[in-house]
């Protein structure tokens, strides 16, 4: 596979090789809430939208409801059936593994809790798939949030109705001149923008949901998404980017946000553009500090300075039960600690800003989590 766009980030999730490990009798972590979890799968087309990389198609996207739900049916796979086969010729983050033997907490189509839900938007890295938010998903589902997590069609495997798997094919593309990958970055962030918000479009139909209380979270990319669509859609009321560079592109760091808005960024690492072995915070990245000096909303920066890039991703639970990082994707932070860490911060932040119940964490470090720091 020739990914000739984008290639410094592919490099960076595909690290260095592939690992052999086994996924027989891997779970995830439960969720922490006191309710259980129900997950359904929805296909959306976007009729007269062409698909950005593709125009003769109509862009269609695949995104996961995560909602509190009766412990009904059967338990969700981590990963659907078909894409699981794919897996086998293209592991993600340069893991083999059964990854279609790996289960989920959650319930299939299980019946939903009733009552309406605030939402939860979640955005993946550019070149992953959604699936590498589900421990996060299912967290805040556990404790009374319906959460969407949106898969970006062409930047990552996915699976579609009928086990049709669309591929990676935006890394295929035969660009090669600076200016034309310059352009295909742009477009790639421009199509995740109105991604999202079609996706928004599409949720009124749902009943479990509260659409009067909307927040949004994502990784990498994702976290810049959220950002952008922030900035144009007054919809989302409060915003999280997990270690996302304004640089992928032109993505309006100069414009801020008026609405509450979280940072959460990793270690220093040599993978790491534009830093180059500084931790990621508003005052060690230009692009972050415009975006914190441009914002008028409440803002908060965590920092988890033995975490990197993937730290914010199902890889910090995986990869040291799948053989071990030999990557350099999630650092040294301590793999359960910083899964916790994460799973009380970004429920906090949407406690306090959706649910508006002032939480005390956000206030200053925890000893219950010192693998975060607060940066002032």
Do not use: C
Request: no cysteine; aromatic share 10%.
């Amino acid at each position: 596979m020739r990914k000739v766009i984008l290639l410094a980030l592919v490099l960076l999730v595909l690290g260095g090789g592939t690992v052999p490990a086994h996924a027989s009798t891997l779970e995830l972590p439960e969720p922490t809430g006191r309710h259980r979890v129900g997950v359904t799968e929805l296909h959306l087309v976007q009729h007269g939208r062409s698909d950005p990389w593709f125009p003769d198609e109509t862009r269609e996207l695949m995104v996961s409801v995560w909602y509190p739900a009766f412990p009904v049916g059967r338990r969700a796979s981590y990963v659907p059936p078909a894409l699981a086969k794919y897996y086998e010729i293209e592991p993600p983050v340069g893991i083999r593994t059964d990854w279609g033997a790996i289960r989920a907490n959650a319930f299939v189509n299980a019946p939903s809790l009733p009552g309406k839900f605030p939402v939860v938007l979640y955005s993946p890295g550019v070149g992953n798939s959604r699936t590498m938010g589900t421990i996060l998903a299912e967290e805040l589902a556990s404790r009374g949030y319906a959460v969407v997590t949106v898969d970006h069609t062409y930047e990552a495997a996915v699976e579609f109705p009928g086990g049709k798997v669309r591929t990676d094919k935006v890394f295929d593309l035969p660009i090669e001149d600076p200016a034309e990958i310059e352009k295909a970055k742009q477009r790639l962030m421009d199509a995740r923008e109105h991604d999202v918000r079609f996706v928004l479009d599409k949720l009124s139909g749902l009943k479990m949901l509260d659409l009067s209380r909307v927040g949004m979270v994502g990784h990498s990319g994702g976290g810049v998404t959220a950002a952008r669509v922030m900035q144009v859609d007054r919809r989302v009321d409060a915003g999280i980017n997990m270690d996302g560079w304004f640089s992928f592109g032109y993505n309006r760091p100069e414009l801020g946000v008026d609405r509450p808005f979280m940072f959460m960024g990793a270690g220093s690492s040599p993978q790491q553009p534009p830093l180059y072995g500084k931790p990621r915070t508003h005052l060690s990245e230009p692009d972050w500090r415009t975006f914190w000096d441009a914002s008028t909303g409440w803002l908060l920066d965590l920092n988890f300075p033995a975490g990197r890039h993937y730290t914010f991703t199902d890889a910090q639970w995986l990869l040291p039960k799948l053989g071990g990082d030999h990557t350099g994707l999630i650092g040294t932070v301590d793999p359960a600690g910083a899964i916790d860490a994460q799973r009380a911060y970004i429920a906090a932040f949407f406690d306090e800003h959706l649910r508006k119940r002032p939480q005390p964490l956000l206030a200053g470090p925890s000893p219950r989590y010192p693998d975060v720091s607060f940066i002032r």
